[in-house]
C-alpha cells in the first residue's frame, strides 16, 4: 500500500499548487483520498482523474456533441447506424436546438426502439432527440440529409 | 459536403413528379366509378395525407432558405406562417431575393392551414370538397413553387472556385457563402 499523504504534500510531489489539489478533491477526481476530520489523506500514487464526465461543456452545441455521443455509443452496442443531422451536423445550433439522428441500419429494431435507446442515452444531457428512419424519407430528402450528415465521433 | 440550395431543387423536382402522380390519379378517379362507404373514407384521408406531405416538403425547402441562407431560423408558435411571410420577402441581412411571390404565398398559407386540419381531425370528418379543392391548389402550387425555387437558385452566385476556398474564406453570415449555388 502507497504511503498517505496530506494535500500540501501530495500538491508537491505532483508540482500542482495546493488550491489545485483542493479544487481536484472537491470535483472528486483523486479517486482513494479520504477526509479525515478536517483535513484530506491522499493515497501518494492515486491517479487524477481528467474526467469523470469531464468539465461540464458551456455551450449548446457542447452539450449536443456529448448526447451526440452517448447515443451513438448507445445505439452502436445495439447494432444500430447512425449520423447527426440537423444543426448539429451543419453548424448552426441554436439554444433550442434538438439532436437529429438519421438512422442508417436497425437490424431487427423498430422505430420505437431506436428512439427509446436514443432517449435514454440522451437524458442525462437534458436533450431531446428525433430519430428519422433514413429508408422512409423520399430519395432526393435523403441525399441531401446525407450530405449533411455526420458521425458523432467526428464532431 | 454540406447540402446546398441545388439539393433542395432536387427535392422539389422528385415533389413534382410525385404531385404528377396525384394529378393523374386524380383524373382516373374521375373517370371511374367513384368508391362509397369505407373505400371512399380511405381514398380521402389518404389524399389528405398526401396533401399534407407534399405541404411538409415545400416547408422543409423554405426551412432550409431560413436556417441555411439567412441563417436566422424562424421560430415560435406561429412559425408556420411566419416562415412563408419570410420567403416572400427579400432578406436583408443576407441580401437574397424573395422566393415566393404573393399569390404562390396565399396558397401556401391555405396548404399550411389544410395540413393543421389533416393532422388534428378524425380522417372520416374530412370535408371532400375542401379536399378537393386543396388538391388543385396543391397542384397548382408546387408548379409555381418549382419554377419560382428554380428562379432562386438561378439569382445564388455560382460555387465559389477551388482558390476561392482555398483563400479560406471561412464560413460567413453572408447567403453567398452559405447558399453554394448550383
Redesign the interface.
Known sequence: MSPLLASAAFARARGVSPQRVRQLLAAGRIPGALRVGGRWVIPADAPVRRTPGGRPPRTRAGVLRRAARACDEALRSAGVAARVVG?LA???V?P?SDLDLLVLAHPGRSWAQVQSLADDAARPYGVPVDVIFAETL????R???L??ARHAGDL | MPATFKDQLAIVAELQAEVRRMEEGERRHQAASAPDGYERELRLAGLAQRIAQAYTIMEGVMSFVARRIDRTPVTGEDWHRRLIERCTQAHADSGRPALLSAPLARDLMELSQFRHVVRNIYPTRLDEARLRENVARLIRAAQAFAAQCAEFAASLPRTPSPRARAAGTRRSRSWRAAARAP
Open positions: 444543426s451543419y453548424g448552426d441554436r433550442a423520399p430519395s432526393a430528402v441525399r441531401a440529409m450530405k449533411d
